[in-house]
């Protein structure tokens, strides 16, 4: 499972492009790589496979609220979250409506998966959880390529076991247009 960082209410789409775009100009690298990456899904047997098959792969996820002090309007309500996961849900199974949108490198694969995303029950040491963390923090976070709300000892808060759950970080962002954004490599 990977994670990513987001903004609660983000002016602009995803920041992923700009920063792989910065990611391919640092590591030419990754960009070939991310290549091999999509013409070997394009062509895999096991992804058609994975179509026709009706069992569902539950991905247990966790969202990490890292709030500034003093700023309630950053604490994101739980009934937010879910819709959010649900919104999500919609996007893997290929139920929205902007799914014309889809970049043509995706569209040769693009379609419906057997991923369904929830918010985890159970926390690492075993307890039972909601699956959203809510941390207060007198931080400033800069903007893509930030990584300070993902530790502890940098005013956010370490992931959760990344090969049990996804892991999704919330804060506000120092770039007011960013959305949020994802390493793809």
């Avoid at 789409?13 to 960009?31: F, N, R, S, V």
């Avoid at 026709?52 to 309500?77: A, D, E, F």
Wanted: proline share 5%; glycine share 8%; aromatic share 10%.
């Amino acid at each position: 499972c990977g994670s990513f960082a987001t903004r609660a209410q983000p002016s602009e789409p995803c920041g992923t492009d700009a920063l792989m775009k910065q990611l391919y100009i640092d590591h030419p690298e990754l960009e070939k790589q991310a290549q091999r990456n999509f013409d070997l899904a394009r062509s895999s047997e096991e992804l058609v496979a994975a179509r026709g098959t009706s069992q569902k792969t539950i991905v247990p996820v966790v969202i990490h609220i890292v709030h500034k002090r003093g700023q309630p309007q950053q604490i994101i309500p739980i009934h937010r979250v879910k819709q959010q996961i649900a919104t999500l849900n919609n996007d893997f199974q290929r139920l929205n409506a902007d799914t014309i949108d889809t970049p043509a490198i995706f569209q040769p694969i693009a379609g419906a998966t057997n991923f369904e995303f929830r918010l985890a029950l159970i926390d690492p040491w075993g307890n039972a959880t909601n699956g959203i963390t809510y941390t207060e923090t007198d931080t400033n976070f800069g903007g893509s390529g930030e990584y300070r709300m993902k530790f502890d000892s940098t005013g956010g808060i370490n992931a959760w076991d990344v090969s049990r759950y996804m892991n999704v970080w919330v804060c506000q962002l120092g770039d007011p247009g960013l959305g949020g954004y994802a390493y793809l490599a």
